[in-house]
């Protein structure tokens, strides 16, 4: 099975651009989760989906929103990029609801200049 | 303060044990993993152990959980320069299943 795929690898966005993050999950796969990855705070949940509906989010302002769509991949979307977006963010995908493990994609590295 | 609490650093000589540390508060945790991230890439799940566990062994790699004091291992044996790496603990909350991350422990090997 192919594993998480996430695009783009790299982007390099101004600030108040907006920039869509993509995320295909594993087949078979029903829940997507995005995460932030920044030196400074960690690992930081964004919000997770499972059949096309948001189950949890975090605790990030509403420039941050994703959808998923039918064949369960997701799209994150940060409008009005701030320079403190700057960030690797991870999606990660897993069989359902529940204590299931995550498998993580590669990540996309969003630089805001 | 973070509900996992790692060190950040640990050194280790080629060949050498490492044992990686983790704290985390919420006693009802089902599930507790190790992820792995190398530069540049994603996080790797390496293992996971089950709450009702002590302990989980999969070749090179041991994991110790008591429950008691909320401490969770990951034990490296014969580390090797492969092995340098991020790597992170997490428990899975039984209320909503989110993932609550320790802030990683960066593995320096010395040769």
């Known amino acids: 099975k192919a594993g998480v795929t996430q695009t783009p690898r790299y982007l390099i966005k101004t600030r108040g651009q907006q920039v869509t993050l993509s995320c295909s999950p594993i087949?078979?796969?029903?829940?997507v989760s995005w995460y932030q990855q920044t030196p400074g705070q960690g690992l930081q949940f964004l919000f997770e989906?499972?059949?096309?509906?948001?189950?949890n989010k975090g605790n990030f302002p509403g420039r941050f929103s994703g959808r998923q769509f039918s064949n369960s991949r997701s799209e994150m979307n940060v409008s009005t990029l701030e320079l403190g977006d700057s960030a690797l963010y991870l999606c990660?995908?897993?069989?359902?609801?529940?204590?299931?493990?995550?498998?993580f994609g590669a990540g996309t590295r969003l630089s805001v200049l | 303060g973070e509900d996992v609490e790692q060190s950040l650093f640990l050194s280790v000589r080629e060949g050498d044990s490492s044992v990686i540390n983790c704290t985390y508060t919420d006693s009802s945790s089902t599930y507790l993993y190790w992820y792995k991230q190398e530069p540049g890439a994603g996080l790797q799940l390496l293992t996971y152990?089950?709450?009702n566990m002590d302990m989980k062994q999969d070749q090179r790699l041991t994991v110790l959980l008591n429950k008691k004091d909320k401490h969770l291992s990951l034990r490296i044996a014969d580390t090797q320069t492969g092995d340098s790496a991020i790597y992170f603990c997490?428990?899975?909350?039984?209320?909503?299943?989110?993932?609550?991350w320790g802030a990683g422990t960066k593995l320096i090997i010395k040769p």
């Open positions: 087949s078979g796969h029903r829940s």
């Open positions: 989906y499972f059949s096309e509906t948001q189950r």
């Open positions: 990660a995908s897993s069989e359902g609801l529940g204590p299931n493990i995550q498998y």
């Open positions: 997490a428990e899975i909350r039984d209320s909503n299943y989110q993932l609550i």
């Open positions: 152990i089950f709450s």
